[in-house]
């Protein structure tokens, strides 16, 4: 089928290592971000958000690291597996403006094993 | 239900017909979005939705672009005189309240012809 990673930038990683993936976000007014893993024909799955008043928020394998000062976001993901080969979105949302959310271009991780 | 539910999954439109495209949210989720996503890009925002209010619509791309959420649930969008460049993927998201948690569907693949 069509692949949502077509044309898209793409980080391959070994089965078990770290996956850091980037994304630098456009608007400085911007106060609430997320990553959204996308596979094949499916929606994008809420992966983890971070507010602008923290630096730093975990979840399981996964952490967001948020440097407003250069506007870049980050997505580590610990012991990467092959389930997590995707394309990963960060998005943006300026919450004192309008609640809609501004996507990145997306990066397609993929995993060898 | 137990996520954001889209209908039909796919849809071939010969140029200049009508379609209508449906969203069931998750049962009480106040917000909801729509989303187009062409092939190999990130998802660019329509149109949003608190209860039946739209709030937002800056993202329609013409007057052919409709969207209704009458009773503050279930959510259509419809599209007149399909072009091809229409042909993507359109997404619903829900959220139980502004800025927090968007859940996307799998979404409704259009193709013009």
């Known amino acids: 089928g069509e692949s949502v990673g077509l044309h898209l930038p793409t980080l391959s990683v070994q089965e078990g290592d770290n996956s850091i993936i980037n994304c630098a976000y456009s608007?400085?007014?911007?106060?609430?971000f997320i990553w959204y893993k996308q596979e094949s024909g499916k929606g994008p799955q809420f992966i983890i958000d971070i507010r602008s008043n923290m630096d730093k928020r975990q979840g399981q394998r996964v952490t967001v690291l948020l440097n407003k000062t250069v506007k870049h976001l980050s997505l580590q993901i610990a012991a990467t597996q092959p389930g997590d080969s995707a394309v990963y979105f960060c998005a943006e949302s300026n919450t004192g403006a309008n609640s809609k959310l501004t996507f990145g271009k997306g990066i397609t991780l993929s995993v060898r094993p | 239900g137990a996520g954001v539910s889209q209908s039909p999954r796919y849809k071939v439109a010969k140029r200049g017909q009508d379609v209508a495209l449906r969203c069931d949210p998750i049962s009480g989720h106040v917000s909801l979005f729509w989303y187009q996503q062409a092939l190999g890009q990130g998802p660019e925002f329509l149109t949003y939705?608190?209860?039946?209010?739209?709030?937002?619509k800056s993202g329609l791309p013409s007057d052919r672009f409709f969207a209704e959420r009458p009773e503050g649930s279930v959510s259509t969008l419809k599209i007149q005189r399909t072009q091809q460049e229409d042909s993507a993927v359109y997404l619903c998201?829900?959220?139980?309240?502004?800025?927090?948690?968007?859940?996307f569907g799998s979404g409704t693949r259009l193709t013009v012809v």
């Open positions: 998201a829900s959220s139980p309240s502004i800025n927090y948690g968007y859940t």
């Open positions: 939705f608190q209860n039946e209010a739209q709030l937002d």
């Open positions: 608007n400085s007014a911007s106060d609430y």
